[in-house]
C-alpha cells in the first residue's frame, strides 16, 4: 500500500518560516522524484517545488529564493523549507510522486 504522508503546517506570521515533510511508503523512493503542489481555496493545485531522483530541482517563480526543496533517501522523506512567508502562500500543500497524493497539510500565513 502506498501512503504519502505530509507534516509540518500550519498558523505562521508573515515573514517566518515553516518546514514540511513527505514521508512516503510503498514506492521506491530513490528513484521517484517528488514534488510539492499547493491548492488555496478557489484556485488550481499548482507546482511550487520538484526534487529529480538526481537532486535537481525546479520551483515555481512565485517561490523562487523563498522555498527550498530537499530530499533524505535514507528516510523516504522530502522537505520544503519556507522562509519568508507571505499571506499569497496560504493554501494546502500536498505532495507527489510516483503518481500518488498525500492529504495535505494546511499552512496559514496571518498576522
Known amino acids: 500500500q502506498v501512503r504519502l504522508v505530509e507534516s509540518g503546517g500550519g498558523l505562521v506570521q508573515p515573514g517566518g518560516s515553516l518546514r514540511l515533510s513527505c514521508t512516503a511508503s510503498?514506492?521506491?523512493?530513490?528513484?521517484?522524484?517528488m514534488n510539492w503542489y499547493r491548492q488555496a481555496p478557489g484556485n488550481q493545485r499548482e507546482l511550487v517545488a520538484r526534487i529529480t531522483s538526481g537532486s535537481n530541482t525546479n520551483y515555481a517563480d512565485s517561490v523562487k529564493g523563498r522555498f527550498t526543496i530537499s530530499r533524505d533517501n535514507a528516510k523516504n522523506t522530502v522537505y520544503l523549507q519556507m522562509n519568508s512567508l507571505k499571506p499569497e502562500d496560504s493554501a494546502v500543500y500536498f505532495c507527489n510522486g510516483a503518481k500518488y497524493w498525500g492529504q495535505g497539510t494546511q499552512v496559514t500565513v496571518s498576522s
Open positions: 510503498g514506492i521506491i523512493f530513490s528513484i521517484s522524484a
